[in-house]
């Protein structure tokens, strides 16, 4: 499951009724949560925090998904991975949108966690 963000809502929005057209991003950038991100993206935040920069194919059917697995390696916390966010810049700008794992990945400090799946379903 996939939930968009505020400013990806906009932009969408504003498209779909010829109110101007979206802006383009240059990267899709994923981060860590511990719960839902929520509506900002800034909830339940990792304390492996940094984004990853993630490529995708291109859309078909309305599905698009991640091209290449994500790797974080000896992650500094032990906690438990429930959901990530996608944002359009490695490191602030805007929070596009979050998506729930399939399941929760319990990590301890020093593990490495790969994400090798991450789908947006537009429907």
Same mark, same amino acid.
């Given at each position: 499951?996939? #939930?968009?963000?505020?400013?990806?809502?906009?932009?969408?929005?504003?498209? $779909?009724?010829?109110?101007? @057209?979206?802006?383009?991003? /240059?990267?899709?950038?994923?981060? +860590?949560?511990?719960? #839902?991100?929520?509506?900002?993206?800034? !909830?339940?935040?990792?304390?492996? /925090?940094?984004?990853?920069?993630?490529?995708? !194919?291109?859309?078909?059917?309305?599905?698009? @998904?991640? /091209?290449?697995?994500?790797?974080?390696?000896?992650? @500094?916390? *032990?906690? *438990?991975?429930?959901?990530?966010?996608?944002? #359009?810049?490695? /490191?602030?700008?805007?929070? +596009?949108?979050?998506?729930? $794992?399939?399941?929760?990945?319990?990590?301890?400090? !020093?593990? #490495?966690?790969? $994400?090798? @799946? +991450?789908? $947006? *379903?537009?429907?």
């Amino acid at each position: 499951m996939a #939930d968009a963000g505020d400013y990806a809502e906009d932009q969408v929005a504003n498209y $779909l009724v010829a109110n101007g @057209a979206p802006t383009a991003i /240059s990267s899709a950038n994923v981060k +860590l949560h511990t719960g #839902d991100p929520g509506e900002t993206g800034v !909830g339940n935040v990792a304390t492996e /925090s940094t984004r990853k920069a993630a490529s995708f !194919g291109a859309s078909s059917g309305g599905v698009a @998904a991640m /091209s290449a697995t994500l790797s974080w390696v000896s992650v @500094a916390a *032990t906690e *438990t991975i429930v959901w990530v966010s996608v944002w #359009d810049n490695i /490191s602030a700008g805007n929070h +596009l949108w979050n998506a729930i $794992l399939a399941s929760s990945v319990p990590l301890t400090i !020093g593990d #490495d966690f790969d $994400l090798t @799946a +991450l789908t $947006l *379903t537009v429907a």
